[in-house]
């Protein structure tokens, strides 16, 4: 009964595929020993190749026994078995973190490299019904929003691993009840009654108390919340990254996105894009409501203000009309907002605009040019050191057909540019040489003229541009 309960779960959510290599981490506890003993008893099913894999956290004097004992275990099972001793109160000290963390840290590390050594795409955790109720309850108490709501999703990704949880679908008293149909004898880790932990205060008091005075079915209404905020937190997810890829600029150590792209934003999508952004750095940081506030009064600035600075080494700065996210501080020139010219290609400028670059001969093209597209002597154009920029200091522009240059801000209020957008329109510049500012004039050095062979095309694409 439970081995199918385990198997409809598996179909449900997809977490296992004919001919997977999954690494199932066993530390001798109930739960682990039910999840290898049914994913054992469905490796035909699945044509799985299973390798088990034990941590010893050296925490307790027992710690070597059980590593024996999950040894032997494997042996019976004519599985493959990987160990490796971690000393956590070492890791404890050397990071400054608690001893859960600690542990937590050294156990995916070493999971993520068994499946490495063995190319394994899945590892396998011990997770269940219970844990989950634990954990939407923990991430109540330390107001979470909608993703701590979902707690422990049955699948999750670190690179090409997938982590998988069959036991979701199980309570502990199931997984209890399995182990001794099976004849299975767990080892019991005593740290799990030790109420110096959150969590054994939550299991051993908090849960006890409310399903006794409150609601005796806690635990499948905290697992029925968990699934519904999980449907929300998916759908959230790809409306992010939908709109992340139209609003943002990204180029190398920085990502650019013009205010009023955010100021359009409901609050509950503004916080998740600030999220997404500043996760995309891959700083290993986990930031807080308190950081993502402090980036949303960023955006809601008509000036320049800030940096915030961040876990990682992140600031954020506003700036008139943009708000720059950035490893490390600025420097005080232009390079700071400069993103490189695709040539040929497109260049994504945010909020659905881009400019796109090709190489044409002269008499290809089509005369005269939309504003929107730009016609400059290839032959004076260094093809490595074009970039897509934005208003600098002391920024200057010599028009087509102008007998000279004029201060950048001067053109914009000849072309009765307003000045909230003067700041974040896209210029084409070779070094500190405006070659065009989009949809508007060329530089007139640049112009093709009757020598011209080949010719940069150059085409803006804006929604809300007109011209």
Known sequence: MHINKVDKFITEEGLLSKGDTVIVAVSGGADSLCLLSILKALTEKYDLKIIVAHLNHCLRPEAKQEEIGVSELSANMNLIFETREADIKKLKRKYKVSEEVAGRSARYRFLLDVANRYKANKIALGHHMDDQAETVLLNILRGTGIDGL?????????????????????????????????????????SNLELIYTRNKVRLKLMPYLEKEYNPNLKEGLNNLSRLALYDRLYF??????????IAIASGNKIIIKKNSLHRLPKALLGRIIHYTLQSFRTGFQFSYTHIRQVMKLCGDTGSAGPVFLPGN??????????????????????NLRVALRMPGKTSLGNGSYLVASIKKKNELIWPPRKSVA?????KVKKGNILVSFRWPGARFHPQGAPGSKKLKDFFIDQKIPEHKRASWPLVAMDDTILWVAGLRIHDNFKVSEKTEDVLVLKYYNTSYKA
Do not use: H, M, W
């Not at 720059?324 to 020139?333: E, P, Q, V, W, Y």
């Open 150 to 190: 979902s707690g422990i999703l049955p699948k999750t990704s670190r690179g090409r691993v997938i982590l998988v949880r069959p036991l979701l679908c199980l309570k502990r008293y199931e997984i209890e009840e399995y182990c001794a149909q099976q004849g299975l004898k767990p080892y019991t880790d005593s």
């Open 237 to 246: 997810k790809r409306l992010v990254q939908t709109t992340y890829n139209k």
């Open 314 to 335: 992140l600031y954020v700065y506003s700036l008139p009309d943009l708000i720059l996210f950035s490893r490390g501080a600025l420097r005080k020139n232009a390079d």
């Open 375 to 379: 016609y400059l002597d290839s032959e």
